[in-house]
């Protein structure tokens, strides 16, 4: 199974700035996630990160907002960007195991915005 | 993928078996159903899957119906730490996992 480290485990910031997440994986994959969890609420794909080219968004989600790098098949960052406190949220990092089509999650992001 | 209904919450006294259900009546033949857990503010963690045989490893066991349209997810010996919220999701068999639906779960409790 992969194992996923996600840093910060958490992060208080102030209205309009920006907080970079990273995600990194114990072994090269193909497919990899971003989710967010509102409070109380079940998780949402925001995109694909994709190696190489630019990230695949669901809908109601921007680059612009949410910027996603994947320099290669072990990493990849989400930032948060000009954040508002509507965007505390847990934010996690998923792998898709293709061989058994299994998910695997990095602990997540407690993400608070006052 | 197909939509699952879950019962928001169950209650279960430790070291008895939870059996949590999950209606998925729109599945098609090719998808399989996954479930996850996830315990207070950590990341989903897998715990098991099938697509129409019941399926058993050292977490759970998996029962689904001769129909494929539900299934039941079972703790054989709950402990305290099974204390999670439970998601059962359908999902195809290859492909991303762009539009698999991640529903409220089930807020599983097991007491004392």
């Known amino acids: 199974s992969a194992v996923i480290s996600q840093k910060p485990s958490r992060d208080i910031c102030q209205r309009g700035t920006s907080l970079t997440i990273q995600c990194q994986v114990d072994?090269?994959?193909?497919?990899m996630f971003w989710y967010r969890q509102q409070p109380g609420q079940s998780l949402t794909l925001i995109a694909t990160?994709?190696?190489?080219?630019?990230?695949?968004?669901e809908s109601g989600f921007v680059i612009d907002k949410f910027p996603i790098s994947r320099p290669n098949l072990t990493f990849s960052t989400l930032t948060v960007s000009n954040m508002s406190p509507e965007d505390s949220s847990i934010y996690l990092c998923s792998v898709l195991d293709r061989g058994n089509e299994k998910l695997f999650f990095g602990s997540g992001t407690q993400l608070s915005v006052l | 993928d197909a939509k699952t209904t879950q019962p928001p919450s169950m209650d279960c006294a430790e070291g008895r078996a939870a059996n949590l259900p999950c209606n998925h009546s729109?599945?098609?033949?090719?998808?399989?159903v996954y479930w996850y857990r996830q315990i207070h503010s950590q990341g989903p963690q897998y715990i098991i899957h099938?697509?129409?045989?019941?399926e058993t490893n050292e977490m759970a066991s998996l029962i689904i119906t001769e129909d494929r349209k539900s299934s039941t997810l079972i703790l054989p010996h709950a402990t305290l730490r099974d204390t999670a919220v439970y998601y059962c999701?359908?999902?195809?068999?290859?492909?991303?996992?762009?539009?698999?639906?991640w529903g409220l779960g089930t807020s599983l409790a097991v007491n004392p």
């Open positions: 099938g697509l129409k045989n019941n």
């Open positions: 999701i359908v999902k195809g068999a290859a492909g991303n996992n762009r539009k698999l639906i």
């Open positions: 072994s090269q994959v193909t497919m």
């Open positions: 729109t599945i098609s033949g090719n998808e399989y």
């Open positions: 990160a994709n190696q190489g080219s630019e990230a695949t968004y």
